[in-house]
Each structure stands twice: as C-alpha cells, then as structure tokens.
Antibody
Framework: EVQLQQSGAELGKPGTSVKLSCKVS????????MHWVNQRPGKGLEWIGR????????IYAEKFKSKATLTADTSSNTAYMQLSQLKSDDTAIYFC????????????????WGQGTLVTVSS | DIQMTQSPPVLSASVGDRVTLSCKAS??????LDWYQQKHGEAPKLLIY???NLQTGIPSRFSGSGSGTDYTLTISSLQPEDVATYYC?????????FGAGTKLELK
C-alpha cells in the first residue's frame, strides 16, 4: 500500500524558513515525480512545483520560484520542501502528492496524497 | 503558465439533479486534464483522469468529457455525499495548474 506521511504542523516567524518533509512508503520515489500543492485558508488548490527524485530536476510555478525549494532523498524515500522568507500570506496547508501513470494496454493514473502540513506564519 | 477557469464558482442543486461543471484552459491542453474532489478538511481525491477515465472506486454517476480548451465534469444524479469542491487540473505543459474550483452545494 502506498502511503505519504508528512511532517507535523509548523509555526514560523516572518522572515524565517521552514522545511517540510513527505516520507513515502510502498513505492520507490525514483520512479515518479513528487508534487507539492498548497491551500490557503478558505481558498483553492495551488500547484507549487514538482521534483524528479532520480535526478533532482525541478519545475516551479512562477509565483513560487523564489519561495519554495524542492529536494528529495532517495535513500530515505523522502521529499522535502523548504519555504523561505516566510510572510503571513504563506500561512496554508501544504500537501505532497505522487501521481503515477501506468500502461498495460489500458492507461491508468493514480494519485496519492499526504495528509497535509499546516504552516502558520506569525510573530 | 496555463490558466484554468472553472464555472460556476458555486453551484446549488438538488438530490437527483444532473450537474455539469465546466473548466476552460487558456490554451489547448490535449486532454491532459484530471478532476479532483475535495471535501472539507481532507486531501483531494482523484475522480477522473485524462479527461474521461473514471478512477477505480469512483461511482459511475461521475463522468468527464472535453477536448482542446473546454472540459466538463458531469454528475448524472447528485447524491448528498457529492457535496464538495471540485477542481480541474491540467498537466499538459509547463507548470501544472489547478482551476479555482467549483463548490457544489445542496439546494
């Protein structure tokens, strides 16, 4: 069974950084991309970016290019996201997600999500 | 980045109604579109992938269609447990993007 276990809630002061983790069990992250998505209070889902853990290649949404840094440790099967220069606007739930595409004559797509990490930015 | 516009933002319907949610992309996304359902306090759940493929375990009252820039999620007979926010999600090119969501309520 594939599971994504995210780290616990964070309280960060403005101007500081936090690093979130997402540990995957049941699947080797070398074989997929790891995505990060946020959701501000009462708002919709925003795609932040994704990393290819096999080579470290990343793609970010434009607005997160100077905010988020995605990394991955294949030895521990864990993805990370660091958020820098925290502002109150960064207060949100942050999800990691793994989307798998599989083809055996029929196309299948599976999406696995972590439970989310609440980041609260406050002095 | 590709922009995804969902309409309506809020939809009120009655149990048993046929419900249609729309999603329009700012450019051709070649059917590379998923639909997610999110209930309050939960992680999103994949309902439909690649425009019209029903995810395993999802009731057959959900269906998807579309091509080019215009996509639709249809619920053939609304059930109380379908109350949620629905998001379209494109993964065709460049940064992936979500629509702003359609909140589905019971009338």
């Amino acid at each position: 069974e594939v599971q994504l276990q995210q780290s616990g809630a964070e309280l960060g002061k403005p101007g500081t950084s936090v690093k979130l983790s997402c540990k995957v069990s049941g699947y080797n992250i070398r074989n997929t991309y790891m995505h990060w998505v946020n959701q501000r209070p009462g708002k919709g889902l925003e795609w932040i970016g994704r990393i290819d853990p096999a080579n470290g290649n990343t793609i970010y949404a434009e607005k997160f290019k100077s905010k988020a840094t995605l990394t991955a440790d294949t030895s521990s099967n864990t993805a990370y996201m660091q958020l820098s220069q925290l502002k109150s606007d960064d207060t949100a739930i942050y999800f990691c997600a793994m989307i798998l595409d599989y083809y055996d004559g029929t196309y299948y797509r599976f999406a696995y999500w972590g439970q989310g990490t609440l980041v609260t930015v406050s002095s | 980045d590709i922009q995804m516009t969902q309409s309506p933002p809020v939809l009120s319907a009655s149990v048993g109604d046929r419900v249609t949610l729309s999603c329009k992309a700012s450019q051709n996304i070649n059917k590379n579109l998923d639909w997610y359902q999110q209930k309050h306090g939960e992680a999103p759940k994949l309902l439909i992938y690649y425009t019209n493929n029903l995810q395993t375990g999802i009731p057959s009252r959900f269906s998807g269609s579309g091509s080019g820039t215009d996509y639709t999620l249809t619920i053939s007979s609304l059930q109380p447990e379908d109350v949620a926010t629905y998001y379209c999600y494109q993964y065709n090119s460049g940064p992936n993007t979500f629509g702003a969501g359609t909140k589905l309520e019971l009338k």
